[in-house]
């Protein structure tokens, strides 16, 4: 199990907090472009691919944050 210093902790929890929210501005951004109907397709899909890749960032800091505890 790997062990994170307490500065290390607070840099990735203000990381994830900072992910978090621009996971939330993209999501709000594409519906916004969406219900437009104005906006190139194209960029609709590269807004959905940084989603993606923005919510890959989460799961991996939330799993270095969050132990896996078994029940």
Not at 34 to 57: E, G, T, Y
């Amino acid at each position: 199990m790997l062990t994170l210093s307490e500065a290390q902790i607070a840099r990735f929890g203000l990381e994830l907090a900072t992910i978090r929210q621009h996971h939330s501005d993209l999501n709000a951004a594409i519906q916004a472009l969406k219900s437009s109907k104005q906006c190139d397709p194209m960029v609709i899909s590269r807004l959905k691919k940084h989603k993606l890749l923005a919510k890959d960032r989460i799961v991996e800091l939330e799993k270095l944050l969050i132990p896996d505890i078994l029940a």
